[in-house]
T-cell receptor, first 114, second 111 residues
Framework: DAGVIQSPRHEVTEMGQEVTLRCKPI?????LFWYRQTMMRGLELLIY????????DSGMPEDRFSAKMPNASFSTLKIQPSEPRDSAVYFC????????????FGAGTRLSVL | GEDVEQSLFLSVREGDSSVINCTYT??????LYWYKQEPGAGLQLLTY?????DMKQDQRLTVLLNKKDKHLSLRIADTQTGDSAIYFC???????????FGSGTRLSIRP
């Protein structure tokens, strides 16, 4: 398997624009996680899905953030409108089943909002 | 609340052993992980230990768990330049319903 695939690897946008980050989990994994990494706050869990259903979105910072998982092989994280403080590296990870199984991380999307 | 703490930096000489420490607050931990992050990359699982274990060894890596003190350590024997990275401790809490990552320890290697 190619591992968790994220796109784009880098995104530069202007404040106010909509940003969509994409993730393809490892085939056969039932859980998908979205994280944000910044120097100030470290690695934060934003939301996670089990069998395509959002289980806990308490880490999503604001209503400007939304995540979907329309099927087992694809998820998106959308920011609308984007703000400079959203600049960070966003990681997607997947596991066979929840937190008790190893999470495999994608390479991340580095987002810069100008 | 739950928290996981690590020191931010560690510098060791090539060939020496590196010991990266992690402390956590909640005794209901179940699974404890060590991840490695190289520049521009995602987190890569290095090793893990279950809360009912005290020690785990895997080649150059040794994980020690002291449940009484809520202390986890990762020892890297014969540290090489390729070990330069940020190392994250992660703790899965009770009922496997939450994971908390430490802030990461940046390991640098001196010649």
């Amino acid at each position: 398997d190619a591992g968790v695939i994220q796109s784009p690897r880098h995104e530069v946008t202007e404040m106010g624009q909509e940003v969509t980050l994409r993730c393809k989990p490892i085939s056969g994994h039932n859980s998908l996680f979205w994280y944000r990494q910044t120097m100030m706050r470290g690695l934060e869990l934003l939301i996670y899905f089990n069998n395509n259903v959002p289980i806990d979105d308490s880490g999503m910072p604001e209503d400007r953030f939304s995540a979907k998982m329309p099927n087992a092989s694809f998820s998106t994280l959308k920011i609308q409108p984007s703000e400079p403080r959203d600049s960070a590296v966003y990681f997607c990870a997947s596991s066979e089943a929840g937190f008790k199984n190893i999470q495999y991380f994608g390479a991340g999307t580095r987002l810069s909002v100008l | 609340g739950e928290d996981v703490e690590q020191s931010l930096f560690l510098s060791v000489r090539e060939g020496d052993s590196s010991v990266i420490n992690c402390t956590y607050t909640d005794s209901s931990s179940t699974y404890l992980y060590w991840y490695k992050q190289e520049p521009g990359a995602g987190l890569q699982l290095l090793t893990y230990i279950f809360s009912n274990m005290d020690m785990k060894q895997d080649q150059r890596l040794t994980v020690l768990l002291n449940k009484k003190d809520k202390h986890l350590s990762l020892r890297i024997a014969d540290t090489q330049t390729g070990d330069s990275a940020i190392y994250f401790c992660a703790v899965v809490y009770s009922s496997a319903s939450k994971i908390i990552f430490g802030s990461g320890t940046r390991l640098s290697i001196r010649p």
